[in-house]
Antibody, heavy 122, light 107 residues
Framework: QVQLVESGGGVVQPGGSLRLSCAASGFTFSSYGMHWVRQAPGKGLEWVAFIRYDGSNKYYADSVKGRFTISRDNSKNTLYLQMNSLRAEDTAVYYC???????????????WGQGTLVTVSS | DIQLTQSPSFLSASVGDRVTITCRASQGISSYLAWYQQKPGKAPKLLIYAASTLQSGVPSRFSGSGSGTEFTLTISSLQPEDFATYYCQQLNSYPHTFGGGTKVEIK
C-alpha cells in the first residue's frame, strides 16, 4: 500500500533553515509528480510546491519562492523540501502528497503523508 | 494567480440533510477542480476531481458539478462521519490554490 512518511520538522529560529524529507513506498515513486502542502495551526490548506516525476519541472507558491527548494531522489524514493530564511509565518504542518496519475502535472493528489510540524520561533 | 472563494465558510446541519458547498474561481478553470475532506488532526482526503469524478471508495452521496468559474459539492444525505472541513482546489494552473474551506458542523 502507498505510504508517505515525512520527517525533519522541528523548532527553528527565524532566518534559519530546515530540510524536510518524505519517504515514499508502495508505488513507483519515479513515475509520479509530488507536492508539498502546508497548514498553519487552525488555518486552511496552502499549496507550497510541486516537482515533476523526473524532477525536470518545479513550481512554487509566491510565498516561498526564492526561499524553498523542492527536490527528489528517485533512487532513494525520497522527496525533499529545503527551507531557508524561515519566517514565523512558515510555521505549519507540512504534508507531502502524491499525484493521482503517473506522469501528470495537473492532477489532484490521492495520497498524503501524516505531516510534520515546523515551528519558526525565537 | 487564480483565487478560489468557498461559501459558506461555516455550515451547521443535521444528519440526513442535503448540503451544498460552492466554490467560485476568479477566472475560468474548465473542469480542473478537486474537492477534499479533512478531519481534525488528519491529512485531507480526495473526494472528487475533474469537478465531478468521484474518487474510488468515496460514498455516492458525495457529488460534484460545475465548470468554468462556479462549482458545487453536494452531500445528498449528511452522515455522522461527514462532519469535517471541505476544501476545493484548482488544478488549471500553478499555483494550485485552495479555497478557504467550509466547516460542516452538527446542528
Amino acid at each position: 500500500q502507498v505510504q508517505l512518511v515525512e520527517s525533519g520538522g522541528g523548532v527553528v529560529q527565524p532566518g534559519g533553515s530546515l530540510r524536510l524529507s518524505c519517504a515514499a513506498s508502495g508505488f513507483t515513486f519515479s513515475s509520479y509528480g509530488m507536492h508539498w502542502v502546508r497548514q498553519a495551526p487552525g488555518k486552511g490548506l496552502e499549496w507550497v510546491a510541486f516537482i515533476r516525476y523526473d524532477g525536470s519541472n518545479k513550481y512554487y507558491a509566491d510565498s516561498v519562492k526564492g526561499r524553498f527548494t523542492i527536490s527528489r531522489d528517485n533512487s532513494k524514493n525520497t522527496l525533499y523540501l529545503q527551507m531557508n530564511s524561515l519566517r514565523a509565518e512558515d510555521t505549519a504542518v507540512y504534508y507531502c502528497a502524491k499525484v493521482i496519475y503517473d506522469y501528470g502535472d495537473y492532477d489532484p493528489v490521492d495520497y498524503w503523508g501524516q505531516g510534520t510540524l515546523v515551528t519558526v520561533s525565537s | 494567480d487564480i483565487q478560489l472563494t468557498q461559501s459558506p465558510s461555516f455550515l451547521s446541519a443535521s444528519v440526513g440533510d442535503r448540503v451544498t458547498i460552492t466554490c467560485r474561481a476568479s477566472q475560468g478553470i474548465s473542469s480542473y477542480l478537486a474537492w477534499y475532506q479533512q478531519k481534525p488532526g488528519k491529512a485531507p482526503k480526495l473526494l472528487i476531481y475533474a469537478a465531478s469524478t468521484l474518487q474510488s471508495g468515496v460514498p455516492s452521496r458525495f457529488s460534484g458539478s460545475g465548470s468554468g468559474t462556479e462549482f458545487t459539492l453536494t452531500i445528498s444525505s449528511l452522515q455522522p462521519e461527514d462532519f469535517a472541513t471541505y476544501y476545493c482546489q484548482q488544478l488549471n494552473s500553478y499555483p494550485h490554490t485552495f479555497g478557504g474551506g467550509t466547516k460542516v458542523e452538527i446542528k
